[in-house]
């Protein structure tokens, strides 16, 4: 398809709708800007174009098209592949009804026309759009609900595939946030809509991805109002972040697993939860009054509104544990199994799947090193005083403990009877205590905002991909942590899939895991949703896409020669998403350097070297049989031999 011409606006709905298509599509297009505010979109020349003013305005060797849903409908029949409607009629019409609930239902009437003949004041403008954005959203939630229960589900508005359901999604949830509507009340929106945020062809098209979008601001607060927005936020913020104790939550007693062994592993656990509801209703409650007094395009705006929107998916979690809501929102924030990377193609467990396949699981040599739980706190004491007393941490051995470790700000506890490879210590001491540990404490130690000790779970992906990276850059990330990392993805599969706790622990068992160690997997998987399979809590299917962001990020921002960028990211319990608010903070003088830094962090110019090779890397195309051409048998001859005397002579 040649000569494209896009009339759009950067703002506009319909045009975002477009942009999307066209980006799914792949076909190219040459962009006209109409200004909606300075009225181009009336003046004679586009009239021409589009007979009732609007845009988007599709032309295609010359000839106009225009309204939304034509032009998609019309790129549909054009270029058909990949599809953006589903082959069976059945599918299409219940896509066409999720597409109409918002191009009829939700989308005209928060049309500048509409707002402007509605009144004059701002404030009744904005509440209107609210009421019809908030509108349209539950019927859609409640559409996505219904198909559900008629067998489509998945990642996506309608099933696993995406659609022109999401086409239309995508632009709708963008002018909610606009708006400042609640989104956590619809999970099942929500999380379509990241979902769909996150593949490229669909970032390409966003509203601050045009080049007729303003600039995002840095420079226009003032630092009068900069500080008292940031004590607004600590003043509401903090209460719930000191309350909040979310994995606390839903974690389980070391009574429940003793009732399962006692059980001969024959029934399923009955995890019990105390909640405290009218802390997590009163928590919402704040930190949507809060969402709503931060208004605007500001860099330090939009941060704190992440924050406010962290806390109150913590919270409702927490009202929706034990039942499937619990895996809606999880997918939504952590995502699942099936969330895809940086492709639309490519997902958690596709990952998953080839470090397993690639790596072959070692067996446990009799002679390894096991660790008690005694031995274990020495050497992470001994790890400790190698740092020089600069990480404050309290090494403790608790007999009632469920999980072998539990690691906080300052304390780290050990269950009494644990039994550690010293492989396995050496990783969880760069992944508990320096990384979380030492995040937390960094974010404890910003006088202006030390808040960012506890980022909220939307910050979970970023920092156990940092932790997992310094369990690869200290050569701690072995074969065996590595699998189990993977194979956690998959157990989180199979429970999406419908596997139960006993399905999941019986599965682990099979592969030779012990079963205490099969227990406290499964536990992981199933704690806070349904033990009977079908929700599960999903955090574990973050660890290797948050690696993959991790590695990513560091490969780009260390084209920089100084090491601001990573210090930035070890600031806090921070999100990649938040550097750039914290850079400005950090340039303002208001976000001091962190104190502790990674021993990675520490030779930032070692890094440099490393990520300047390999991202040459990506230059050339490497073919699957482009290794050296040994025989296998040869190889392995000559591995089952490396330890055998020499038939003749000695070795020197």
Not at 68 to 79: F, G, M
Not at 507 to 526: I, N, S, T, Y
Not at 638 to 645: I, T
Request: hydrophobic share 40%; aromatic share 8%.
């Amino acid at each position: 398809m040649s000569d494209v011409v896009l009339y759009h606006y950067f703002r506009s709905s319909s045009s975002y709708r477009v942009r999307i298509a066209l980006a799914f599509k792949g076909i190219r297009y040459r962009s006209v800007y109409v200004n909606l505010l300075k009225k181009e979109q009336s003046s004679d020349a586009h009239l021409a174009r589009s007979p009732a003013g609007n845009v988007p305005c599709l032309e295609i060797e010359g000839r106009p098209y225009v309204e939304s849903v034509a032009i998609v409908e019309l790129l549909e029949e054009l270029h058909p592949t990949p599809p953006l409607y589903p082959k069976e009629a059945w599918d299409r019409a219940r896509v066409r009804a999720l597409v109409e609930l918002i191009n009829a239902g939700t989308q005209p009437l928060q049309n500048l026309r509409v707002l402007a003949r509605h009144t004059s004041e701002q404030e009744e403008k904005t509440a209107w759009a609210k009421h019809w954005n908030e509108h349209g959203l539950e019927a859609f939630e409640r559409a996505m609900e219904q198909n559900e229960t008629l067998g489509v589900r998945g990642r996506f508005a309608y099933g696993d595939t995406f659609t022109a359901a999401d086409v239309f999604l995508v632009p709708q949830v963008f002018s909610a946030k606009r708006f400042g509507v609640d989104l956590s009340k619809f999970p099942r929106v929500r999380a379509a809509a990241e979902h769909a945020l996150s593949l490229p062809f669909v970032a390409v098209a966003a509203p601050d991805r045009q080049a007729d979008a303003p600039k995002a601001r840095h420079d226009d607060l003032s630092p009068d109002a900069r500080d008292a927005i940031l004590t607004r936020a600590l003043e509401v913020l903090e209460p719930i972040a000191q309350r909040t104790r979310f994995l606390e939550s839903i974690g389980w007693s070391r009574e429940v697993e003793e009732a399962f062994f006692a059980a001969n592993a024959e029934r399923l656990p009955e995890p019990s939860y105390d909640i405290d509801t009218s802390f997590c209703e009163e928590s919402i409650a704040n930190a949507t009054a809060l969402l709503g007094e931060l208004q605007g395009d500001h860099v330090l705006l939009r941060w704190l509104r992440d924050q406010c929107e962290s806390f109150i998916d913590a919270n409702r979690m927490l009202l929706a544990v034990g039942t499937r809501d619990f895996y809606a929102h999880s997918v939504r924030i952590y995502g699942g199994a099936r969330t895809t990377a940086f492709d639309a193609d490519t997902t958690n467990l596709h990952l998953a799947n080839h470090l397993h396949a690639r790596l072959a699981e070692p067996s446990r040599s009799e002679d390894e090193v096991m660790l008690e739980a005694s031995d274990f706190t020495d050497l992470m004491e001994e790890r400790l005083d190698e740092l020089g007393g600069s990480l404050e941490m309290k090494i403790e051995r608790d007999p009632d403990l469920a999980a072998k470790v539990v690691c906080g700000r300052k304390r780290m506890r050990v269950r009494d009877g644990a039994r550690f490879e010293r492989t396995e210590a050496e990783g969880l001491f760069f992944h508990e205590i320096e990384t979380h540990a030492l995040t937390a404490q960094n974010g404890a130690a910003q006088r202006a905002f030390p808040l960012l000790r506890a980022g909220g779970p939307r910050t979970t992906r970023t920092q156990e991909g940092l932790a997992v990276f310094s369990e690869l850059y200290s050569h701690t990330l072995t074969p065996r942590r590595l699998g189990r990392l993977a194979e956690r993805v998959r157990l989180v599969a199979m429970a999406e899939d419908g596997a139960s706790f006993l399905d999941l622990f019986r599965h682990l068992v099979k592969l030779g895991v012990p079963e205490r160690d099969a227990f406290l997997d499964a536990q992981r998987v199933c704690r806070g949703g349904l033990t009977t399979g079908g929700a599960p809590f999903t955090k574990d299917a973050s660890y290797l896409s948050g690696l993959l962001d991790v590695y990513t990020f560091l490969r780009s921002s260390l084209v920089f020669p100084t090491p601001v960028v990573g210090e930035i990211l070890v600031s806090g319990r921070i999100a990649i998403a938040d550097v750039e608010a914290l850079l400005w903070l950090r340039a303002e003088g208001v976000l001091e350097a962190p104190r502790l830094l990674p021993r990675w962090l520490k030779r930032h110019d070692t890094l440099r070297s490393y990520f300047a090779f390999t991202s040459f890397l990506n230059e050339v195309d490497f073919k699957s049989d482009a290794g050296p051409a040994f025989p296998k048998e040869l190889v392995e001859r000559a591995a089952a031999r490396a330890h055998e005397p020499l038939a003749t002579g000695t070795r020197e």
